[in-house]
C-alpha cells in the first residue's frame, strides 16, 4: 500500500508553466504505475497522462500531447507531471494515482479503476 501525495500547485499565469509531484514514503512507490489525472469545476475527473513503473514508457491522452510532459525519478521516489503552455482549459485539481502493474497492463492506463491508490490533489489556477 502507498500513499501519494501531491504538490506544486498554484497560480500561474496563463503561457506559464509549472511541474507538479507526486511522492510517497513507501520505497514500493517506484514498483507502481503513476498516473495523473484532473477534474474541473463541473466537469468529470479525466485521465491526463501516465508512466510505467519503470519510467520507460509514458502514455498521454491525445488532447495532452505536446503540453504535457510526465516523468519519475525512482531513487526519490517521485513522479513529475510537466505542464507547459497553460490554457484557461487547464484549471483543475490535478490528482496522481498509483496502480499495480498488473492492473495497469489489464485495465489500461487511462482508466481510473485502474489505479488503486490516490493522492488528494493539488489545485492549479491559471490567471488571464
Known amino acids: 500500500q502507498v500513499q501519494p501525495v501531491e504538490s506544486g500547485g498554484g497560480l500561474v499565469q496563463a503561457g506559464g508553466s509549472l511541474r507538479l509531484s507526486c511522492a510517497a514514503s513507501?520505497?514500493?512507490?517506484?514498483?507502481?504505475?503513476m498516473g495523473w489525472f484532473r477534474q474541473a469545476p463541473g466537469k468529470e475527473r479525466e485521465f491526463v497522462g501516465g508512466?510505467?513503473?519503470?519510467?520507460?514508457?509514458?502514455y498521454y491522452a491525445d488532447s495532452q500531447k505536446g503540453r504535457f510532459t510526465i516523468s519519475r525519478d525512482n531513487a526519490k521516489n517521485t513522479g513529475y507531471l510537466q505542464v507547459n503552455s497553460l490554457k484557461p482549459e487547464d484549471p483543475a485539481v490535478y490528482y496522481c494515482?498509483?496502480?499495480?502493474?498488473?492492473?495497469?497492463?489489464?485495465?489500461?492506463?487511462?482508466?481510473?479503476?485502474?489505479?488503486?491508490?490516490w493522492g488528494q490533489g493539488t489545485q492549479v489556477t491559471v490567471a488571464s
Open positions: 513507501e520505497r514500493t512507490f517506484n514498483t507502481y504505475a
Open positions: 508512466i510505467s513503473w519503470r519510467g520507460g514508457g509514458t
Open positions: 494515482a498509483a496502480g499495480s502493474a498488473s492492473s495497469v497492463a489489464t485495465v489500461g492506463p487511462y482508466l481510473e479503476h485502474a489505479y488503486e491508490y
